[in-house]
């Protein structure tokens, strides 16, 4: 990357929310940089709009320009408004939780959760992790990476999960086959306890970057539940995966604009 680019790069990231306003000798010793590259930078920022100077303070501010530019980032990749009225709906036809959850790395993170309000639900940590083995909404991802990785994972010692010895090399297997062929899978209190979770994957250009989960307690489970809701899962799953492809879209921001939903709703 070059020099001057990085620097400059440097300087917008420094301005936050918390600290919107900079002078250039400000942001030259919080960024340990010579106050005249600072300034030059500012300068031409300042004649593309990019930042606005008030010529009393002396203070710089982002421009008209950036929030142009965030705005139109917001509507294409605002992931959250675009997947979450799917999930919803999910929701209320199966009267259970519905969680989405996105890959990265080697781990599962929690991305999202819609819970019903009239139900006895469970706890639900957000942003949690959790290895590819550990339930299916993991399973549903793992089926679809690298042979070497599922390997790695058949051979590792489950400690994750609540009782690591209901889980085998072999079943593993074939949960990972069953995937593949029906496009959801099921597993009971794996990871979490008296919990039947049921996923299906999501994918972006034919790669598997997350899963849309139900969750139910057992108690509430029925003859043929499974069947049925996975089925259901299935069905919202190829609706997601729909979106996220025409759209172009990943989870990558899911964070991002969830928190904005929830903030602008406080």
């Given amino acids: 990357m070059l020099k001057t680019l990085q620097t400059a790069m440097m300087i917008l990231n420094k301005f936050t929310i918390e600290k919107s306003s900079w002078t250039a ?37 982002l421009g008209k320009r950036l929030v ?28 259970e939780a519905v969680f989405l959850v996105g890959l990265n790395g080697v781990q599962g993170v929690t991305l999202d959760a819609l819970v019903p309000e009239n139900k006895v639900g469970f706890s639900i940590a957000l942003d949690g992790r959790a290895p590819l083995y550990a339930g299916a909404s993991y399973w549903s991802m793992l089926a679809y990476l690298g042979n070497d990785l599922i390997n790695r994972t058949e051979k590792g010692s489950f400690e994750a999960l609540l ?27 794996q990871f979490t306890p008296d919990i039947i979770a049921v996923a299906s994957p999501l994918f972006l250009n ?22 049925e809701i996975g089925a259901a899962v299935k069905k919202t799953a190829d609706r997601l995966n729909t ?17 904005r939903h929830t903030n602008e709703k406080q």
């Fill in 206 to 227: 034919a790669h598997v970057i997350g899963s849309v989960t139900i969750a139910k307690p057992t108690y509430r489970v029925k003859e043929n539940d499974e069947q």
């Fill in 68 to 95: 142009q530019l965030s705005e139109i980032a917001g509507k294409k990749r605002d992931v959250v408004e675009l997947l979450r009225p799917e999930m919803r709906k999910l929701m209320h036809e199966t009267g």
């Fill in 243 to 259: 979106l996220l492809n025409f759209h172009q879209i990943n989870l990558d921001y899911y964070v991002y604009f969830r928190n």
């Fill in 25 to 61: 000798r400000e942001l030259s010793e919080e960024l340990d940089l010579p106050q005249v590259n600072v300034y030059r930078i500012l300068e031409s920022f300042e004649q593309g709009d990019y930042v606005i100077k008030n010529d009393i303070t002396k203070q710089y501010q």
């Fill in 163 to 189: 009782s690591p010895r209901t889980l085998t090399p072999q079943l593993l297997e074939e949960k990972l086959a069953f995937v593949r062929k029906y496009h959801w899978v099921s597993s009971h209190g």
